[in-house]
């Protein structure tokens, strides 16, 4: 059974940082792309980030360039999303989801397997 479990979100003050994780269990890592996507309230489900083995690691997003790094830890079959500078029109539940293949995807509905979320709030 796929399992995506994460963790580390919280209440920060702008220009601070969270790292949050993503520990997947009950597939093989590298025949699997993992995401990450963050949805606010009223928004849809925007991808962040995505790593596969054939892509290597994706950002989507412009205003997430240069602040977020996605990273992976295969011998834990966990995934992090360290994020900088960090600004109110960031906070958003985060998820990571992960698909068959190793081709990243962008789209939310692309994804089979969800995590349950973790939320990220940042103060003004």
């Known amino acids: 059974e796929v399992q995506l479990v994460e963790s580390g979100g919280g209440l920060v003050q702008a220009g601070e940082s969270l790292t949050l994780s993503c520990a997947a269990s009950g597939f093989t890592f590298d025949d699997y792309a993992i995401g990450w996507f963050r949805q606010a309230p009223g928004t849809e489900r925007e991808g962040v980030s995505c790593i596969s083995s054939s892509d290597g690691i994706t950002y989507y997003g412009d205003s997430e360039k240069g602040r977020f790094t996605m990273s992976s830890d295969n011998a834990k079959n966990t995934v992090y999303l360290q994020m900088n500078s960090l600004k109110p029109e960031d906070t958003a539940v985060y998820y990571c989801?992960?698909?068959?293949?190793?081709?990243?995807?962008?789209?939310?509905?692309?994804?089979?397997?969800w995590g349950q979320g973790t939320q990220v709030t940042v103060s003004s």
């Open positions: 989801a992960a698909e068959w293949g190793r081709t990243c995807y962008e789209y939310a509905h692309e994804y089979d397997y």
